[in-house]
């Protein structure tokens, strides 16, 4: 079997009548090895750029979790100082927890909309359905070649040579 590269992005094998069947399923293995590898490391790239605007959403929804903890001790306040002065001092207290009610209702509203920017890794999930098609299209071009009898002459595959490299 030889290799040889023609032009950007394809290569071709050329696949003569001696090569063993266990060499070529060795390399197909190697091959197959290799773009799993590809996928992983495109899946880590991918869920560590949605996790950093996860944080980001959870770290508001954090400020409205201790904005709502602040109104519950401010409103708690106001109950107290409503109760016990019944004037001026409770309406001050409404007036500050209502500030934070809203402060709390913002940062609710920035998180929610934030959390729904967060999507899946949609450039692993469209290689892994490429792979799965390119598989079951090798698989049965590998159960056509078995029934086919074996020549005398060389064959050539041209193998697509893509940017990120799969084969």
């Keep these: 079997m030889t290799t040889s ?3 950007p992005g394809t290569r071709r094998t050329t696949v ?11 390399d197909t293995t190697a091959d197959l090895q290799k773009l799993m590898r590809q996928e992983v490391a495109l899946a880590k790239a ?5 996790a950093m605007k996860a944080g ?20 708690s306040l106001t109950a107290i100082f409503a109760l016990a002065h019944v004037v001026d001092i409770a309406w001050a207290a409404l007036i500050i927890t209502g500030l934070w009610a809203v402060a ?4 609710a509203a920035l998180g ?3 959390m729904r920017r967060v999507s899946p890794p949609h450039r692993t999930v469209e290689t892994l359905k490429e792979d799965a098609q390119l598989m079951r299209r090798s698989a049965s071009h590998a159960k056509a070649i078995a ?3 074996i020549s005398s ?7 697509p040579h893509t940017e990120h490299s799969r084969w």
């Design 5 to 7: 590269l023609h032009g």
């Design 16 to 26: 003569s009548g001696n090569t063993s069947l266990g060499r070529l399923v060795s």
């Design 46 to 50: 991918e869920i560590r750029q949605e």
């Design 56 to 75: 980001k959403a959870a770290g508001l929804f954090g400020g409205a979790g201790f904005a709502g903890y602040m109104v519950m001790v401010i409103g």
């Design 104 to 107: 709390g209702a913002v940062m």
């Design 112 to 114: 929610r909309q934030r």
């Design 147 to 149: 029934v086919e009898p």
């Design 153 to 159: 002459e060389p064959a050539e595959l041209v193998v």
